[in-house]
């Protein structure tokens, strides 16, 4: 066992799509106690937590919750408490692997859902996909803002929500790989659920899902828990509900994770959230015109929809013998592909605090091994 603790601390850097490269400084804080989640010490600490979260979330009148868990179980609670005890018509636009799958999760409360697919290679542009929503009738839409699996980003959430409020619908963006990288003001452009997490540009460690709710939204959770109740752990009125009596949570949250999100989302408030938006578009520019250089292939090939998040690159067939020589020659994690074309993409994340120039040398990396084997 020691010897692959050995093999693990041995990564210098995680370019992964989440969790990313944590700072020392940041890590350093999940090696504190746990004190009690209702002392006055962490409580503080949780209102604080909170107040940062809104301000990144452009949210000031609905309620932050967050669940100890993956953002997989903060989409799961937002639609367990929303499509529980009605008929909902939903509504998911796939241009990749989380579509599918948060098609998965809302298929476990209603078989009312229809899907625009768009395939992999064939993201649509800002007016395509207003076009095809505007065509559609639907209670919820769900919005996959960065789509990790092929490096797209959908960056008009304005302009969405303003066609998704027309319809007297409401839209819920999972925010997972975006917040953080991506702007979003959720009270200003409409937006009434953004899901993210504590692991990706947030840049703590992973165990903290992170749960956006407009006044609409928690109207809607509240009028859809008098016909059902969700189960208890996913049971968002609950949370909201304790966090405005008691200022924290209804169980114990992941304590020492609670240290780490504080910590990194005060570093981002101090160095500025527009600043670091910044941050990562000016990364991903300075990456992407190295891949174009090296005359390497994107799925997505236009600046304006590709991610900031994380850069996939195109290797048929060698993805998977790549990201194991970057691991074995660099000591950088990366990551194949998903689903179907695991073994034909590479994915390196670009989230955090990371050094541009450590993204450049995988890349250069990548693009040598692909030379010697073509």
Not at 87 to 107: D, H, M, Q, T
Not at 123 to 129: A, G, S, T
Not at 136 to 162: C, K, M, P, Q, V
Request: a neutral charge.
């Amino acid at each position: 066992m020691e010897e692959l603790f050995k093999r693990i601390s041995s990564v210098r850097h995680v370019l992964l799509p989440g969790p990313i490269d944590v700072g020392e400084d940041v890590l350093a804080r999940a090696s504190i106690k746990p004190v009690s989640y209702k002392s006055r010490e962490f409580t503080e600490l949780f209102i604080e937590t909170h107040s940062m979260l809104r301000e990144i979330l452009g949210l000031y009148s609905g309620e932050v919750v967050i669940l100890t868990g993956s953002g997989a179980l903060g989409l799961d609670a937002v639609l367990a408490s929303i499509l529980c005890g009605w008929n909902a018509r939903v509504l998911i636009p796939v241009y990749g692997y989380f579509g599918i799958f948060v098609k998965e999760i809302v298929s476990r409360y209603t078989d009312n859902i229809e899907t625009i697919n768009y395939g992999y290679h064939n993201p649509p542009d800002r007016d395509m996909l207003l076009k095809d929503i505007s065509e559609r009738d639907f209670d919820i839409l769900i919005l996959i803002h960065n789509e990790t699996s092929t490096g797209y980003t959908y960056r008009f959430l304005r302009d969405l929500a303003r066609v998704v409020r027309e319809k007297n619908a409401y839209l819920i963006v999972d925010g997972v790989s975006s917040v953080g990288v991506e702007e979003i003001r959720m009270d200003e452009w409409g937006v009434d659920v953004v899901v993210t997490a504590s692991q990706k540009a947030l840049g703590a460690i992973p165990g903290l899902a992170i749960v956006g709710l407009s006044e609409r939204a928690i109207e809607l959770i509240k009028k859809v828990r008098e016909r059902r109740k969700p189960p208890f752990y996913m049971d968002l009125w609950l949370y909201i509900e304790y966090l405005r009596k008691h200022k924290c949570s209804i169980t114990t949250p992941g304590i020492n994770t609670f240290y780490t999100l504080y910590t990194s989302l005060k570093k981002i408030i101090d160095y500025g959230v527009k600043n670091y938006y910044r941050l990562h578009r000016d990364r991903a520019l300075s990456v992407y015109k190295r891949v174009d250089e090296h005359r390497l292939e994107t799925i997505v090939k236009n600046n304006e929809y590709r991610s900031h998040s994380v850069v996939v690159l195109e290797t048929p067939g060698k993805a998977l013998d790549i990201v194991e020589k970057v691991y074995r020659d660099l000591g950088i994690a990366i990551a194949p592909g998903l689903g179907d074309i695991a073994n034909d993409i590479v994915r390196i994340g670009i989230m955090g605090f990371i050094d541009t120039d450590i993204v450049v040398k995988v890349v250069d990396y990548i693009a040598r091994l692909l030379r010697e084997t073509t």
